[in-house]
Nanobody, 118 residues
Protein backbone atom coordinates (compact mmCIF):
# COMPACT_ATOMS: atom_id res chain seq x y z
CA UNK A 1 0.00 0.00 0.00
CA UNK A 2 1.39 3.39 -0.99
CA UNK A 3 1.33 5.85 1.91
CA UNK A 4 2.55 9.41 2.29
CA UNK A 5 2.54 11.39 5.53
CA UNK A 6 3.45 15.06 5.81
CA UNK A 7 4.77 16.78 8.91
CA UNK A 8 6.55 19.97 9.85
CA UNK A 9 3.90 22.59 9.25
CA UNK A 10 3.17 25.36 11.71
CA UNK A 11 2.91 29.06 12.34
CA UNK A 12 5.89 31.25 11.46
CA UNK A 13 6.50 34.96 10.99
CA UNK A 14 7.27 36.39 7.58
CA UNK A 15 10.92 35.88 6.76
CA UNK A 16 11.09 32.71 8.80
CA UNK A 17 11.72 29.12 7.77
CA UNK A 18 10.07 25.73 8.01
CA UNK A 19 11.04 22.30 6.81
CA UNK A 20 8.28 19.98 5.68
CA UNK A 21 8.79 16.23 5.62
CA UNK A 22 6.98 13.63 3.55
CA UNK A 23 7.50 10.11 4.83
CA UNK A 24 6.68 7.56 2.17
CA UNK A 25 6.13 3.81 2.24
CA UNK A 26 4.87 1.06 0.01
CA UNK A 27 6.88 1.84 -3.11
CA UNK A 28 10.35 2.09 -4.55
CA UNK A 29 11.53 5.65 -5.21
CA UNK A 30 13.14 4.73 -8.50
CA UNK A 31 9.75 4.28 -10.17
CA UNK A 32 8.06 7.33 -8.72
CA UNK A 33 8.21 11.10 -8.72
CA UNK A 34 7.23 13.14 -5.69
CA UNK A 35 5.59 16.54 -5.73
CA UNK A 36 4.72 19.16 -3.17
CA UNK A 37 1.46 20.98 -3.74
CA UNK A 38 -0.36 23.64 -1.75
CA UNK A 39 -3.86 24.96 -1.51
CA UNK A 40 -4.85 28.23 0.10
CA UNK A 41 -8.43 28.99 1.14
CA UNK A 42 -10.51 29.93 -1.87
CA UNK A 43 -7.74 29.13 -4.32
CA UNK A 44 -6.95 26.23 -6.59
CA UNK A 45 -4.31 23.74 -5.66
CA UNK A 46 -0.94 24.56 -7.19
CA UNK A 47 2.26 22.65 -7.70
CA UNK A 48 5.17 23.96 -5.66
CA UNK A 49 8.09 21.66 -6.36
CA UNK A 50 8.77 18.28 -7.90
CA UNK A 51 11.58 15.75 -7.68
CA UNK A 52 12.28 12.53 -9.53
CA UNK A 53 12.77 9.38 -7.50
CA UNK A 54 16.48 9.44 -8.24
CA UNK A 55 16.71 13.08 -7.19
CA UNK A 56 18.24 14.05 -10.52
CA UNK A 57 15.36 16.15 -11.83
CA UNK A 58 13.95 19.00 -9.79
CA UNK A 59 11.54 21.78 -10.67
CA UNK A 60 10.07 24.71 -8.77
CA UNK A 61 7.16 27.04 -9.26
CA UNK A 62 8.32 30.55 -10.10
CA UNK A 63 6.75 31.83 -6.90
CA UNK A 64 9.11 29.80 -4.71
CA UNK A 65 12.32 29.70 -6.74
CA UNK A 66 15.29 30.76 -4.68
CA UNK A 67 13.37 30.31 -1.42
CA UNK A 68 12.32 26.64 -1.34
CA UNK A 69 14.52 23.59 -1.73
CA UNK A 70 13.26 20.05 -2.32
CA UNK A 71 15.41 17.07 -1.46
CA UNK A 72 15.13 13.33 -1.04
CA UNK A 73 16.69 11.02 1.53
CA UNK A 74 16.49 7.50 0.17
CA UNK A 75 17.77 5.94 3.37
CA UNK A 76 14.91 7.49 5.35
CA UNK A 77 12.27 7.19 2.59
CA UNK A 78 11.56 10.86 3.11
CA UNK A 79 11.20 13.88 0.85
CA UNK A 80 11.82 17.31 2.34
CA UNK A 81 10.76 20.80 1.42
CA UNK A 82 12.95 23.44 3.02
CA UNK A 83 11.10 26.74 2.95
CA UNK A 84 13.06 29.94 3.66
CA UNK A 85 12.10 33.60 3.61
CA UNK A 86 8.45 32.66 3.97
CA UNK A 87 5.81 35.17 2.97
CA UNK A 88 2.16 35.53 4.00
CA UNK A 89 1.27 34.41 0.47
CA UNK A 90 2.82 31.02 1.24
CA UNK A 91 0.05 30.31 3.74
CA UNK A 92 -1.71 27.13 2.65
CA UNK A 93 -2.20 23.46 3.34
CA UNK A 94 0.80 21.67 1.87
CA UNK A 95 0.47 18.19 0.43
CA UNK A 96 2.97 15.73 -0.88
CA UNK A 97 1.96 13.38 -3.65
CA UNK A 98 3.47 10.57 -5.67
CA UNK A 99 3.05 9.38 -9.19
CA UNK A 100 4.21 6.21 -10.86
CA UNK A 101 6.39 6.94 -13.89
CA UNK A 102 4.33 8.86 -16.49
CA UNK A 103 0.97 8.55 -14.73
CA UNK A 104 -0.78 11.23 -12.72
CA UNK A 105 -0.31 12.10 -9.04
CA UNK A 106 -2.61 9.44 -7.65
CA UNK A 107 -1.22 9.10 -4.14
CA UNK A 108 -1.63 11.89 -1.62
CA UNK A 109 -0.86 12.62 1.99
CA UNK A 110 -3.31 14.23 4.39
CA UNK A 111 -1.66 17.65 4.27
CA UNK A 112 0.02 19.92 6.77
CA UNK A 113 -0.94 23.53 7.51
CA UNK A 114 1.60 26.30 7.00
CA UNK A 115 0.63 29.75 8.24
CA UNK A 116 2.87 32.76 7.73
CA UNK A 117 2.02 35.87 9.72
CA UNK A 118 2.98 39.36 8.58
Amino acid sequence: EVRLEESGGGLVQAGGSLRLSCAVSGFIFDNYAIGWFRQAPGKEREGVSFISGSGDTITYADSVKGRFTISIDHAKNTVYLQMNNLKPGDTAVYYCAAKYRMSTYDYWGQGTQVTVSS
